[in-house]
């Protein structure tokens, strides 16, 4: 039998063509988009491809007897027609009349070149005398099928210990004829390979080898702190500047994804201190979000006095730092996109992207302006480089070690939407395989137990009832809308309308105010009556950390800091990134008095440290609940010796408490390759729509 489907990313459609297939999938509900020009020519070939096939299709499928089928070979030369033809076969381990082989799969690979980013293998695959042509192999397992169909009319198994040895190699490689070409850093996937079953293991040198266990070893130190730094390393620090050291060597980039607040600034400045060591006369790149710039500067100012850094940034930037003594030039994302070109004429000892996120777009200019420019060695910084999905890490890692993960085609189909879509964890265990070596992550509770306790809490709102009146009556409006909406379109297709709609009772939930000025109906704002009592009649002594996704609840809240004569600094998106600096170091001084930080939670969730603060305030709750963790890491990281209190407020009965609902109840496997759920208005399902404006 042989059942023409047609593949939509993860999604496998089959029978008589529909506009739009609907399906669910982990509880999520799809509507795919078909192709029926597409799928009509498919169903074309197959019916040319045998005499008794047209006209069989009304049953779903086509069928031959087992004696038709080997009637001169037809089966075997079918088999590789559609194989020739890209069309990919499964089921072949179902097909009891074929005889599997007797013989084992036999491999033979010989190295033929090896270059710093690439090796060139010979491979020859054999069952018996047979041998098995390396594309048609390819093919085989990109399929994700265990046996080849021999010219014998037998079946040749890939066992086990074959596919868990050799299949990573043949999937990620490129075939020319019987010589495959795969990324020089494949060989660290050997890493606990028995010494006679090295294939890749051979090119990277036994005494590297050799310090790569011993830095496996918590106990032992390979590489001594450069004595430019003035600070003392904690041993996973210590560790962490070593693990980058190693991998320069051999000429791999590396992620350091450790928890918000562990130092992953401090271990960089370490490593870019011993690169300045090696070659004075170099030069490195930070590249960071322009509310950074002088974080950077600052911190190594701080740990490394001798660096000589330039803030290659602002209409006044001088070209003169990649010609004269500077040794550490930092730069924003949008500036170097801008000035592209001229960077990629120089050469630089290593390049660091601060919150690489931003480059998790492969098609984006930024990414492809990084991902060409020079650089001995790569860093990508993140405490969440997945932030909506596995796709997400591709750009990052290819930007670490590029190659290593094929096309995009290939990375989104063998891996992004086999986790994402069908939850395959197999995928998911060979991708953690993947990308271990070049991605380090550690928590806060796995290396800073000493850190102070850290307790968070929702602080629960009742509404008053003009606020609840405003609130339900536009529930009531824009649920009639949302769902006419998505009667009419469906939900794919309603996610902006579904957007604005939940940003709207959000808005009421913070405060009336936030709403147009003809659609308020009271201006009471239970959240606003709160945090001042909490403010000036509860934390007195204490600094306090105000967030917020919405900067004009951040003005309400500076009017009535003011109304209420209570000090306070302020930023959001809008403020120059040399005035948040001075703000940071003014707040963090032990003489300043200043109690309050207002603070745009998209704009301060990241690379600040404001360790005055013992206390954190989150007005409003967002559905990426990385972010917030990262809002609240602003004080709860490396130099806070206070214990940390943390609130969400949140209005009772209403969207936001939802919204914690729903993000409890979908956690996501892909949390195991470091994920802040963003993906939360792609997940919902019409169920939880209505859960969410009931």
């Known amino acids: 039998m042989l059942t023409p489907q047609w593949k939509y990313d993860e999604f496998l459609v089959e029978g008589p063509f529909e506009d739009v297939y609907k399906t669910s999938l982990q509880g999520k509900t799809y509507a ?39 009637k001169k070979q037809w089966f075997l030369k079918a088999y590789h027609k559609l194989l020739e033809l890209d069309i990919e076969l499964t089921g072949l381990d179902m097909l009891k009349h ?15 070149e090896k270059s710093e980013k690439q090796i060139v293998l010979r491979a020859k695959i054999s069952f018996g005398k047979e041998n098995v042509p390396l594309i048609e192999l390819q093919k085989t397992l990109m399929a994700g099928q265990h046996a080849v169909l021999l010219k014998d009319g037998s079946l040749g198994v890939l066992g086990e210990d074959w596919l868990n040895r050799y299949a990573t190699i043949f999937k990620h490689g490129r075939v020319n004829k019987d010589c495959i070409t795969v990324s020089s850093w494949m060989a660290m996937q050997e890493e606990n390979t028995q010494s006679e079953e090295l294939i890749l293991r051979k090119t990277i040198p036994d005494n590297w080898w050799q310090k790569w266990k011993q830095w496996q070893d918590p106990q032992s130190s390979i590489y001594p702190v450069p004595k430019t730094i003035q600070a003392t390393l904690r041993p996973y620090q210590q560790k962490g500047f070593e693990w980058l050291s190693l991998l320069s060597e051999l000429g791999a980039g590396a992620c350091l994804a450790d928890d918000m607040g562990l130092g992953k600034t401090l271990q960089t400045i370490a490593f870019l201190c011993s690169k300045t060591e090696e070659a004075p006369q170099s030069k490195s790149l930070i590249v960071c979000p322009a509310s950074l710039l002088y974080n950077w ?55 660091v992207l601060d919150e690489s996120h931003h480059i998790k777009n492969p098609s984006a200019q930024i990414t492809q302006v990084v991902s060409s420019l020079m650089a001995s060695s790569r860093i990508a910084l993140s405490g969440t480089p997945v932030m909506n999905n596995t796709f997400d ?110 940003t709207k009772l959000r808005q009421v939930c913070n405060s009336p105010l936030l709403l147009p000025e003809n659609e308020r109906t009271c201006s009471d704002s239970i959240k606003t009556d709160m945090l001042m009592d909490e403010l000036i009649n509860n934390l007195g002594g204490h600094k306090t950390l105000v967030f917020s ?144 404006f009931s």
């Not at 074309?44 to 779903?60: A, E, I, T, V, W």
């Not at 550490?328 to 996109?337: D, N, P």
Request: aromatic content about 10%; proline content about 3%.
């Open 32 to 70: 795919v988009k078909r192709n029926q020009e597409k799928e009509s020519a498919f169903i074309d070939l197959l019916k040319s491809m045998h005499p008794n096939f047209p006209g069989q299709l009304s049953k779903g499928y086509f069928y031959l007897s087992f004696a038709d089928a080997q």
């Open 98 to 112: 074929f005889k599997m082989s007797t013989f084992l799969a036999e491999t033979n690979i010989e190295i033929l």
């Open 297 to 351: 500067q600052s911190e190594c100012l701080k740990f490394a006095p001798g660096l000589r850094t330039y803030i290659y940034h602002g209409s006044d930037r001088s070209e003169d730092c990649f010609n004269d003594g500077t040794q550490i030039i930092i730069s924003t994302y949008g500036t170097v996109r801008a000035d592209g070109e001229k960077l990629k004429s120089f050469s630089f000892s290593a390049i």
């Open 549 to 692: 996704q919405f900067s004009s609840m951040l003005d309400l809240l500076a009017e009535e800091c003011n109304r209420r004569g209570l000090s306070y600094f302020h930023f959001d998106g809008q403020t120059p990134a040399a005035k948040r600096s001075q703000m940071v170091e003014a707040f963090q001084s032990p003489a300043d008095k200043t109690p309050v930080f207002l603070i745009s939670l998209k704009a301060g969730n990241a690379g600040l440290n404001l360790t005055a603060a013992d206390y954190v305030f989150l007005v409003d709750p967002w559905w990426n609940t990385a972010v917030q963790q990262q809002a609240i890491d602003r004080t709860h990281r490396i130099g806070q010796d206070k214990a940390i209190f943390a609130y969400q407020m949140i209005c009772k009965d209403s969207i936001e408490e939802k919204i914690i609902a729903i993000q409890q109840r979908k956690k996501k496997i892909s949390e195991e390759l470091i994920v802040a759920d963003e993906g939360f208005l792609q997940e919902l399902s019409e169920e939880d729509v209505l859960y969410l």
């Open 393 to 502: 890490l591709y750009a990052q890692l290819n930007f670490t070690v590029p190659g290593l993960f094929g096309s995009r085609e290939f990375f989104k189909k063998e891996y992004a939407d086999a986790i994402d879509i069908s939850g395959d964890q197999e995928k998911l265990k060979a991708l953690n395989k993947l990308t271990a070596p070049f991605l380090l992550r550690r928590t806060k509770e796995q290396v800073a137990p000493d850190l102070p306790a850290k307790t968070e809490m929702i602080l629960w709102c009742e509404m008053g009832s003009a606020q609840k009146q405003q609130y339900e009556e536009i529930r009531d409006q824009v649920r009639s809308n949302l769902l006419d909406n998505i009667k009419k379109d469906g939900l794919a297709k309603s996610k902006l309308f579904l957007l604005q709609a939940i």
